[in-house]
């Protein structure tokens, strides 16, 4: 494992783990568990987002891609740290928000951001339990024209079939950068 990897995944385990033995961690499915995953402390953090930037940058810079986004509010700190490290490493990647509602005035489109039709995309989530917001992203992706190719996640939580899930309705590949057995050791 690299260096950053090897830190990224220290930073991921002392920020955004939680662990209870009660299983007090209610989870976007309704069940309850005893360790909940909040990858904003670690996306949201400077050296976090620094690693989670180039970690994406790595995954996505061969693909010929030309943005990365995703549902509001967890793939946003991910898309802007790639976007960064990307112009850093001399590429063009541009960020994209897909919106959680639709506005009603202006330009009403899902997409957020400075992407045009028929742009190439990968769809970028931060935890995976259902994989149900990943997929709104990539319908409401779709909708507005973007060309999917495909989605990184930088956690899978590995439970509920949220992966898999999603790799029913991903047109290109569905990767995750970190899976919670990695980090938990099993």
């Known amino acids: ?19 209870s033995d009660t299983a007090e961690f209610r989870l976007a499915s309704g069940n309850w568990s005893h360790f909940y995953f909040n990858c904003k402390k670690t996306t949201m953090d400077p050296e976090g987002a620094h690693l989670v930037g180039r ?25 802007a740290a790639a976007m ?7 590429h063009r990647i541009k960020q994209f928000v897909v919106r959680k509602q639709l506005k009603d005035h202006g330009s009403i489109r899902w997409i957020e951001g400075n992407m045009e039709p028929g742009d190439r995309v990968i769809i970028l989530e931060d935890v995976v339990t259902t994989g149900g917001s990943t997929i709104k992203a990539l319908e409401r992706a779709r909708e507005d024209g973007l ?40």
């Open 55 to 79: 970690a994406i940058f790595q995954a996505v810079r061969d693909r010929g891609i030309d943005g990365v986004g995703g549902l509001t509010l967890g793939a946003d700190p991910m898309a």
């Open 1 to 19: 494992m690299s260096e950053e990897r090897e830190r990224l995944k220290r930073i991921i385990l002392e920020r955004s783990f939680q662990w």
């Open 147 to 186: 060309d999917v190719r495909g989605v990184l996640i930088l956690l899978d939580r590995e439970e509920e079939g949220g992966t898999e899930l999603i790799r029913q309705h991903s047109p290109g590949p569905v990767e995750a950068l970190f899976t919670r057995s990695e980090l938990m050791g099993g």
């Open 84 to 90: 960064h490290a990307a112009w850093d490493g001399g």
